[in-house]
């Protein structure tokens, strides 16, 4: 098994991305930083092969495969960046803390689609959720938006096919007190997955 990103980590926040580097060690998985895929066809002969470019020095390999699991890239909407919604990377350029846009102030933004240093989770639009609704209500009365997120968000990590860890943090990935709480090995992991899967199944 490999695992094949443009990027230089696997996750942004850096004690996630140590522990599942370590993980993929353990386990044998073969992580290929720095590769774009860039084309995926199929030969004659039945043989599928996927074609990746070295994001630093432009190399081209091709590279077989039996099955493949691939996370396309986004692009924000044109008529966003065009009205000056958006930052260098696409994203709504908002206060983190507020959620409110730095430049319209009519505008709020929660989820996938913000700016700032934070993994884009579920757990992270719902704590996201009270704060603009404040915020829009203030706004809408002509009073300043009081309400602050601290940036937390929550992401589980699968070790295996019953057993799980967990990473929280706040903003610019500073880890949250809940950060990694259970091992990701053991009893323990087995239990938090559990934990894990009723907590999906009732969102």
């Not at 609704?133 to 589980?156: C, F, I, Q, T």
Request: proline content about 5%; overall charge positive; glycine content about 8%.
């Amino acid at each position: 098994m490999q695992y094949w990103t443009p990027n230089k980590e696997i996750f942004q926040f850096p004690y996630a991305n140590e522990v599942a580097l370590d993980m993929c060690h353990k386990r044998g998985v073969e992580v290929m930083f720095g590769w774009e895929l860039t084309k995926v066809h199929e030969e004659s002969h039945g043989r599928k092969v996927g074609t990746f470019k070295n994001v630093d020095t432009g190399a081209i390999i091709e590279k077989d495969f039996t099955t493949m699991s691939i996370n396309p890239p986004s692009k924000p909407n044109q008529f966003l960046v065009d009205a000056g919604v958006t930052d260098h990377e696409g994203l709504v350029d908002v206060n983190k803390y507020t959620l409110q846009h730095r430049k319209f102030e009519n505008i709020f933004a929660i989820g996938d689609c913000i700016s700032g240093k934070t993994t884009r989770t579920m757990a992270a639009g719902i704590s996201q959720n009270p704060i603009v609704k404040n915020n829009v209500l203030r706004y809408l009365h002509g009073k300043e938006p009081n309400a602050l997120w601290d940036g937390y968000s929550w992401m589980p990590f699968l070790t295996g096919q019953r057993s799980a860890a967990g990473f929280s943090h706040l903003h610019d990935f500073e880890p949250a007190p809940t950060n990694h709480s259970w091992p990701a090995y053991g009893l323990m992991s087995r239990l938090y997955f559990r934990r894990v899967n009723k907590t999906w199944s009732q969102k």
